[in-house]
């Protein structure tokens, strides 16, 4: 899109740095930008996959490098070209590995090595637009993921690939920094999860109840964003970094681990997250308050009962454990695939909780938000097969995630178009 019809401005300032702003009122739905990424590749730790379409692989490689790949098709890819000829030329090979689910870290030098033949291809874009991007480089090196990539990306490309004369080791570990901070994960082609770096959506600030939506193209990755809502002339666009149903504990720690910022939102600044409950408990001391933070713009703050007179307290390291327990047990219904025990263990996992939890809190919303898409197309609890009773819970649950996406993601977004496709 030329300068002349953007439908933005690019501001700075001390809170956020470089951030976008509409430069005309926009309408729900209306194209901002389209964005071409930079680079596009494997996310860190990721299981091995072809380097070309992204499935996984299992032990099949590259002729000429050595790399996996899936077919003849891929391996002629140009998306591969530039490390299979610095693989080749070097005589570095992927080592094999025992378990081909496992993360291999040897791919995690990929998309930054994508990033640097890149800036050599295109130096002029590099400069415009990566160069004056935020690495948080002091944060990063007192972190252990700074000696990680050392080894396993700036020792390796630039000692073990032989590419000291192209490009140095700060060099390298900026480029880990720029993908660390900036970079989004989207699906691939096939489906699955990988990375990409898009230079003007990257500017977008953050905020936990975003007015902008983005769509990849699969053909060719670009990115199309757009207002997800009526947009002001002047007001900021903001994208959500995090994933939106999280309560604020774990949205904020996952915002200050991984984009080094600490989010001052109104969503997070509220106890009770614009009304929605997400993070809020129900209290066992009393039958007449919930548990809220008591400040929840600090992680560490207690939590207490909202009737004052009950004064139970509880802290936010215990909240976060709490979390973290239940997250977890969660986390294995989401690999059973769909049918009717994914549905009662669901069913019972919010029954469990019931007395814990919010009906509106994250982690109950996240179980009702699977169990309204699974009612109805399972076996044994298809919607013709459905008693009234459970077509009426399919309905409530709806309701419940619809009107809840309606403050936290408001407007035409994916979540939200999610939800209406899967009958909620």
């Not at 070209?81 to 070097?90: K, L, P, R, W, Y």
């Not at 106890?271 to 997400?278: D, Q, S």
Request: charged share 25%; net charge negative.
């Amino acid at each position: 899109m030329d300068d002349e019809v953007r439908h933005y401005k690019i501001q700075q300032n001390d809170k956020y740095g470089r951030y976008l702003i509409a430069n005309k009122d926009l309408v729900s739905g209306e194209l901002i930008f389209t964005d071409t990424p930079f680079a596009v590749g494997p996310k860190p730790d990721t299981p091995p996959l072809c380097l070309s379409c992204y499935c996984p692989v299992e032990n099949t490689m590259c002729s000429s490098c050595g790399w996996p790949v899936c077919s003849e098709e891929c391996e002629k890819a140009p998306v591969h070209a530039g490390e299979c000829a610095v693989f080749s030329t070097a005589r570095v090979r992927f080592q094999p590995v025992e378990d081909w689910t496992a993360s291999a870290p040897q791919l995690d030098c990929i998309t930054p090595l994508r990033i640097l033949l890149a800036k050599e291809k295109d130096p002029d874009r590099w400069q415009r637009e990566l160069e004056v991007m935020e690495t948080h480089t002091a944060d990063r090196k007192e972190r252990p993921t700074w000696a990680a990539d050392q080894v396993n990306i700036a020792d390796f490309l630039v000692d073990h690939c032989k590419l000291a004369n192209r490009f140095d080791k700060d060099l390298v570990q900026k480029v880990c920094g720029i993908l660390e901070v900036n970079s989004v994960e989207i699906p691939s082609r096939g489906g699955f999860s990988i990375r990409a770096l898009y230079p003007q959506l990257a500017i977008a600030a953050h905020n936990c109840v975003p007015n902008i939506v983005h769509t990849i193209l699969q053909n060719d990755y670009q990115v199309q964003v757009r207002a997800a809502i009526p947009i002001k002339e002047g007001d900021a666009l903001h994208l959500c970094y995090t994933h939106s149903l999280s309560p604020t504990l774990v949205r904020r720690d996952y915002l200050a681990e991984s984009k080094f910022f600490q989010c001052d939102c109104a969503r997070c600044a509220d106890p009770t997250e614009l009304g929605t409950h997400l993070s809020t408990l129900k209290c066992s001391k009393c039958d007449n308050g919930v548990i809220l933070a008591s400040n929840p713009l600090d992680n560490d703050a207690p939590w207490s009962c909202s009737d004052k007179s009950c004064g139970f307290k509880t802290s936010g390291a215990a909240m976060r454990k709490m979390l973290a327990v239940v997250q977890a047990e969660i986390d294995q219904l989401d690999v059973m695939e769909p049918g009717p025990a994914a549905i009662e263990q669901r069913e019972a996992t919010i029954k469990k909780y019931k007395s814990v939890f919010h009906p509106r809190h994250a982690l109950l919303l996240s179980l009702k938000h699977s169990l309204a898409q699974l009612y109805g197309r399972v076996e044994g609890y298809g919607l013709d097969e459905l008693p009234d009773l459970l077509l009426e819970r399919k309905a409530e649950l709806c309701r419940l995630v619809l009107s809840t996406l309606d403050v936290i993601t408001p407007g035409d977004t994916r979540m939200r178009g999610k939800a209406i496709q899967s009958n909620c």
